[in-house]
């Protein structure tokens, strides 16, 4: 294997004519360069130099390397500046993916707050729900993904994360805690609740229902059968904004995180807090090595700042 080191003295030697001159040149003893000569000469296999007397010249052999030399060199040399700024933030790349109501409320804050501290570093941007964002964090296509989980209750009043362990191989920078609120239309008549009280999902048994993504659906689901029934669900959408206007335009109601009601603007419906409370919390995930990574590691903290600022 050709070292670098070696390359450089082959290249002194070549430029300075001679072993004393070139160890001159590179701050170091005459015996070291014929040293580090010899060595580049084993490697690679075949004599580089013709000594002659006082004089010296390269073989064909050494012509071809020191002709390769300088674009190794400079090449090595700008891997090395890049590295360095990327250890240092003046560059580097992340890739982020994130659900739709963290994109809109978290993200933003968080990557402005980014790029005005480090603004060499690029952050892209890509939406999927969980559990799509954590595959593709494990196959390789993202940096960080933003995700959550739901809790589920045990059946004694109290709850616990649903998904156990599903997590025990990535690194978990845990954000907030979200809140599930109902959603009813203005003129519901349970529209006045607030905020003089609370309601009970079961007070929604009889309601049409709007449900959001998979994940969320499910969720819904659950609740609503721990309440003692099932939710006649006439519409589905992964779009909050589009749950929010069903609402509003009287054809249903919703539950939808604290989160993705803060994200749009609920024209024609009304926010209820629901009791007992359901939440899901909101994570930044990230694969072990990745956590070492400089803009990564950035990236986390700022996502962190943004919730402590929302939560």
Same mark, same amino acid.
């Given at each position: 294997?050709?070292?670098?080191?070696?390359?450089?003295?082959?290249?002194?030697?070549?430029?300075?004519?001679?072993?004393?001159?070139?160890?001159?040149?590179?701050?170091?003893?005459?015996?070291?360069?014929?040293?580090? *000569?010899?060595? !580049?000469?084993?490697?690679?296999?075949?004599?580089?130099?013709?000594?002659?007397?006082? &004089? *010296?010249?390269?073989?064909?052999?050494?012509? %071809? $390397?020191?002709?390769?030399?300088?674009?190794?060199?400079?090449?090595?040399?700008?891997?090395?500046?890049?590295?360095?700024?990327?250890?240092?933030?003046?560059?580097?790349?992340?890739?982020?993916?994130?659900?739709?109501?963290?994109?809109?409320?978290?993200?933003?804050?968080?990557?402005?707050? $980014?790029? %005005?501290?480090?603004?060499?570093?690029?952050?892209?941007?890509?939406?999927?729900?969980?559990?799509?964002?954590?595959?593709?964090?494990? &196959?390789?296509?993202?940096?960080?993904?933003?995700?959550?989980?739901? &809790?589920?209750?045990?059946?004694?009043?109290?709850?616990?994360?649903?998904?156990?362990?599903?997590?025990?191989?990535?690194?978990?920078? =845990?954000?907030?805690?979200?809140?599930?609120?109902? !959603?009813?239309?203005?003129?519901?008549?349970?529209?006045?609740? &607030?905020?003089?009280?609370?309601?009970?999902?079961?007070?929604?048994? %009889?309601?049409?229902? +709007?449900?959001?993504? =998979?994940?969320?659906?499910?969720?819904?689901?659950?609740?609503?059968?721990?309440?003692?029934?099932? =939710?006649? +669900?006439?519409?589905?959408?992964?779009?909050?904004?589009?749950?929010?206007?069903?609402?509003?335009?009287?054809?249903?109601?919703?539950?939808?995180?604290?989160?993705? +009601?803060?994200?749009?603007?609920?024209?024609?419906?009304? %926010?209820?807090? $629901?009791?007992?409370?359901?939440?899901?919390?909101?994570?930044?995930?990230? $694969?072990?090595?990745?956590?070492?990574?400089?803009?990564?590691?950035?990236?986390?903290?700022?996502?962190?700042?943004?919730?402590?600022? +929302?939560?």
């Amino acid at each position: 294997m050709i070292e670098a080191r070696h390359l450089r003295v082959l290249r002194a030697v070549a430029a300075a004519g001679s072993f004393s001159a070139a160890g001159r040149e590179l701050g170091c003893t005459q015996p070291a360069v014929s040293q580090q *000569m010899k060595a !580049l000469e084993a490697s690679v296999g075949t004599p580089l130099l013709i000594r002659s007397g006082r &004089e *010296m010249r390269l073989t064909q052999a050494g012509e %071809a $390397l020191v002709r390769h030399a300088a674009g190794i060199l400079s090449g090595l040399t700008a891997a090395e500046e890049e590295v360095a700024a990327i250890a240092g933030l003046r560059a580097g790349r992340v890739r982020l993916v994130s659900f739709p109501s963290g994109s809109s409320t978290l993200v933003p804050t968080a990557l402005a707050a $980014l790029r %005005a501290a480090h603004p060499g570093t690029r952050v892209s941007l890509e939406e999927a729900e969980p559990p799509r964002s954590v595959e593709l964090l494990r &196959e390789g296509d993202c940096d960080i993904a933003l995700a959550f989980r739901y &809790e589920r209750a045990t059946g004694a009043g109290e709850a616990e994360q649903a998904g156990e362990g599903e997590w025990d191989d990535l690194v978990v920078r =845990p954000l907030l805690t979200d809140r599930l609120v109902a !959603l009813v239309p203005e003129r519901h008549r349970l529209a006045r609740t &607030e905020p003089a009280g609370s309601i009970a999902i079961g007070d929604l048994a %009889a309601e049409p229902w +709007i449900a959001g993504c =998979p994940r969320c659906r499910g969720q819904l689901v659950q609740v609503c059968e721990s309440a003692g029934f099932t =939710p006649r +669900i006439d519409f589905a959408t992964d779009d909050y904004p589009a749950v929010v206007g069903l609402v509003g335009a009287g054809l249903g109601v919703a539950v939808l995180p604290q989160l993705a +009601i803060e994200s749009v603007r609920p024209r024609g419906a009304r %926010a209820v807090t $629901l009791e007992p409370a359901v939440r899901r919390e909101i994570v930044a995930l990230t $694969l072990p090595d990745l956590a070492q990574v400089p803009a990564v590691a950035a990236t986390l903290e700022q996502l962190g700042r943004a919730a402590s600022l +929302i939560g």
